[in-house]
């Protein structure tokens, strides 16, 4: 088990919270655009928000979740669903920030995952793979099934493919003893960047004609 620093766990879990609200935005924006009522609104935000990291600790073995032994994630999606329950008609316009704020989301989520296994199991790369993908994209797979949609990572441009790619870079990173902060930070740039480029550039993996 590889122990990291008390301030570098400060550091995951405000990165974590982070992410958590990046994802219960996209929920709100999900759950609004299907004419959800204001309690529908919260459920999805939270849903989207704790639901990778919920399936991340429950195969890593730490129990109770994070997200329900500690309130502060299901206060940040129920603030979250209601501010945007209320902002929403200014925001509608601007859709390109539901992608934004899913593509943040997708890129701290893949590091959180991906640091919490390094804690746990060391230099292990499927374990790493497993927790930040799980992660990143379990939130959203549930958000779009719960609106009776296709979830976007199975549809859609460079989705999974963005936070494995953020997965392989952090392990390289560690792999050259840059400090875990510096790792971190670079998983999310990648991550996130690669998911905006492909979104503006339409990239797409091969599918069958």
């Not at 600790?57 to 669903?81: A, E, K, M």
């Not at 930040?132 to 549809?155: H, Q, W, Y």
């Amino acid at each position: 088990m590889t122990e990291l620093s008390s301030p570098i766990q400060t550091i995951v879990l405000i990165l974590d919270l982070f992410g958590t609200m990046a994802f219960a935005v996209t929920g709100a924006f999900k759950a609004i655009e299907h004419k959800a009522d204001i309690v529908g609104i919260i459920i999805l935000a939270t849903i989207t928000g704790v639901a990778g990291g919920t399936i991340r600790d429950i195969v890593l073995g730490h129990f109770p979740p994070r997200s329900i032994s500690d309130p502060n994630y299901v206060i940040i999606t129920t603030v979250t669903g209601i501010a945007i329950f209320f902002l929403y008609p200014k925001m509608q316009k601007h859709w390109n920030l539901f992608l934004k704020f899913d593509a943040i989301g997708l890129g701290v989520f893949t590091a959180i995952g991906a640091t919490l296994a390094y804690q746990l199991f060391g230099m292990n790369f499927l374990a790493m793979a497993m927790a930040g993908m799980v992660t990143a994209v379990g939130g959203g797979i549930l958000r779009d099934m719960f609106v009776n949609e296709i979830p976007m990572v199975f549809v859609k441009e460079l989705y999974a493919s963005a936070s494995f790619l953020g997965v392989v870079v952090f392990y390289i990173l560690l792999l050259v003893n840059l400090p875990i902060e510096l790792v971190t930070v670079g998983s999310i740039l990648v991550t996130t960047i690669m998911r905006l480029v492909a979104m503006k550039y339409n990239w797409n993996l091969p599918k069958v004609r």
